[in-house]
């Protein structure tokens, strides 16, 4: 999974890192980024050498003092900590958008059933005694019908248009697509996106793969991962 922000805590960094001369903590910068992008690192001599920018010659050198903040091979136990706290931060919000979404669509429910009560009351004659006349204010619903539920989708649509602009169907189908058809997890998109600077801009992201579905800030406060 690929992550745009990696917790660095710079001051246990250099703490750590004091016995590296510049080359080998540059090398050791692009390795555990390149484990926070990619959930890990490969085994190859030659991959490892080209992630950390070293020559054959210099990653030789430098690979034994490089591997002893690894263990198993190339595990590094902080940032695999790091990883699962994000993943479950991410889902924890993730569910909060959800939640979110459900209230809202509720909430518009109940107000468009409010109205259309409203509307036939009025339209009522004001000498009606017994038994109240059928409202003709909407011919196309039957009496005993009860008021049809918004389609999630339609409403998907109606809020995206409101977020991304009136011309953004293309990007909420997009988004869809991208989100394998759960309405759900585009809508809380939509409603992460509503928070954003630039809405269009984070909708694009979650497309291509580069966001979240509901991915905030979740970085601030976390501990560094070295």
């Not at 250099?14 to 090398?27: D, I, M, P």
């Not at 204010?137 to 339609?154: G, I, W, Y």
């Not at 169907?169 to 997009?174: E, F």
């Not at 998109?189 to 600077?197: C, L, R």
Request: glycine share 6%; hydrophobic share 40%; charged share 30%.
């Amino acid at each position: 999974m690929k992550r745009p922000w990696m917790p660095l805590y710079i001051a246990d960094y250099l703490r750590k890192t004091t016995h590296l001369g510049a080359l080998e903590s540059g090398a050791y910068l692009h390795l555990i980024m390149d484990y926070w992008q990619n959930d890990g690192l490969p085994s190859d001599d030659r991959q490892l050498a080209r992630i950390a920018k070293m020559t054959d010659r210099e990653w030789k050198a430098a690979k034994p003092t490089l591997q002893a903040f690894f263990y198993d091979g190339w595990k590094h136990k902080k940032i695999d900590e790091e990883i699962d706290a994000a993943v479950r931060i991410g889902e924890g919000n993730a569910e909060k958008a959800r939640d979110a979404a459900n209230k809202r669509w509720s909430k518009h429910v109940s107000s468009k059933a409010g109205a259309m009560h409203e509307a036939c009351s009025e339209h009522a004659p004001s000498n009606a005694t017994t038994h109240a006349p059928e409202c003709t204010l909407h011919t196309s619903q039957r009496k005993d019908a009860a008021p049809a539920a918004p389609d999630p989708e339609v409403e998907l649509f109606n809020r995206g248009r409101e977020v991304l602009g009136k011309q953004a169907g293309g990007l909420i189908s997009k988004l869809l697509a991208a989100k394998q058809k759960n309405v759900a997890l585009a809508r809380a998109a939509i409603e992460q996106a509503s928070t954003k600077s630039d809405p269009r801009e984070y909708i694009g992201a979650v497309i291509r793969g580069k966001q979240s579905a509901a991915e905030p800030n979740w970085l601030d406060g976390i501990e560094g991962v070295i």
